[in-house]
């Protein structure tokens, strides 16, 4: 990430994108107005961003659509801008990869807000230097084997064994990050939602199914058959190393 981030902003409605844009630019960030889905693609063609913020309710293609087909090609960080109360397309948002939310019309600082605390998230760790009171681990110590593939925890990247990397959301590593410090115990959904440091209880509560879904795709040998990541009927998700595996 740049010592300036770069945002895009995307809002087919000049005066809501511009309001925007201007705060954070008068913050420090490098940002980039586009009216809509054809105008980011074209811009991510050129550089991605550090963060997308993205309106979902534009009349040419809906937000969710635009996030699906932007997470399909790439990890950038997405917040939505969404003006209905409802949290159903909040759950699906974030289900297709976004990283959080603010609702319309939205409080600018709050945004700022988000947008610095996504962008913590998203940065990679600097590699700490070994000091004699603080010896840095062992690379195989920040390795977490998940079913077919392996969660690098310094990286915060999901690879195969021939080292291929692919897409993890910031919301799926947080719940990966979780059960990788919390082998072979059973975690309810409020207990994740807590240590993921989920703020929207109701909107999360609902998507932990669904990222855990999403999460066995890409993890588990039979996805129908989760082993990995296994379901205790009232009693929430529980991960299963392989060493404990029949």
């Not at 309106?55 to 209905?84: C, F, Q, W």
């Not at 959080?100 to 600097?126: G, N, T």
């Amino acid at each position: 990430m740049s010592q300036n981030p770069h945002i895009i902003v995307v809002d087919d409605e000049a005066p809501a994108r511009e309001m925007v844009g201007d705060y954070l630019k008068m913050h420090g960030f490098a940002v980039t107005l586009c009216d809509g889905g054809k105008s980011l693609r074209a811009e991510i063609a050129v550089k991605v961003p550090d963060l997308v913020v993205l309106d979902l309710n534009m009349p040419e293609e809906d937000g969710l659509s635009i996030i699906r087909d932007l997470k399909a090609k790439t990890n950038v960080p997405v917040i939505m801008l969404t003006a209905t109360a409802s949290p159903i397309d909040r759950v699906v948002g974030l289900e297709l990869g976004a990283d959080d939310y603010v609702a319309k019309p939205c409080e600018l600082r709050e945004l700022m807000a988000r947008i610095r605390s996504v962008l913590r998230r998203a940065a990679p760790k600097p590699a700490e230097a070994p000091t004699a009171a603080a010896p840095a681990k062992p690379a195989n110590e920040q390795l977490v084997r998940f079913g077919t593939k392996w969660l690098d925890l310094e990286a915060q990247a999901l690879r195969d064994d021939d080292g291929n990397e692919h897409p993890l959301t910031a919301s799926e590593f947080g719940l990966l990050k979780v059960f990788a410090a919390n082998p072979k115990r059973v975690l309810s959904r409020e207990r994740l939602l807590e240590l993921a440091n989920a703020r929207d209880a109701e909107a999360f509560d609902r998507a932990v199914d669904l990222r855990i879904m999403r999460i066995r795709r890409k993890i588990e040998p039979d996805p129908t058959k989760p082993a990995v990541i296994r379901t205790i009927r009232g009693g929430g998700y529980l991960f299963s190393p392989a060493s404990e595996r029949p």
